[in-house]
């Protein structure tokens, strides 16, 4: 069993910057692929970010964030961050970090519904 917490959620201006972190209890984080999704309100949960198990090797992002956020990940603080940059309006949503254990890669990190443990969400609100 893996918990995930989210941290880093609020509000900025437009063209601002934020950096969510996802702490992970357990033992086995580093084996764990790690991803971000965001939901705003009226809209299905979409793919933001990936990064694959152990070294973090391959990273994946949505077209929409590419060039402006960054997804890492910490194995000695059982951490992975998604750096925000450039934020605009369309960035507004709930945040989420979940983890897959099958360690998958290419398109298998951009569907939700095969990771295995999500966090609570946190929100980020863009002002423009």
């Known amino acids: 069993q893996v918990q995930l917490v989210e941290s880093g959620g609020g509000l900025v201006q437009a063209g601002g910057s934020l950096r969510l972190s996802c702490a992970a209890s357990g033992r086995t984080f580093s084996s764990y692929a790690m991803g971000w999704f965001r939901q705003a309100p009226g809209k299905e949960r979409e793919f933001v970010a990936a990064?694959?198990?152990?070294?973090?090797?391959?990273?994946y992002y949505a077209d929409s964030v590419k060039g402006r956020f960054t997804i890492s990940r910490d194995n000695a603080k059982n951490t992975v961050y998604l750096q925000m940059n450039s934020l605009n309006a369309e960035d507004t949503a709930a945040y989420y970090c979940?983890?897959?254990?099958?360690?998958?890669?290419?398109?298998?990190?951009?569907?939700?519904?095969?990771?295995?443990?999500w966090g609570q969400g946190t929100q980020v609100t863009v002002s423009s």
């Open positions: 979940a983890a897959q254990q099958t360690g998958g890669a290419g398109s298998y990190l951009r569907a939700h519904n095969k990771y295995d443990y």
């Open positions: 990064i694959t198990s152990w070294s973090g090797f391959n990273t």
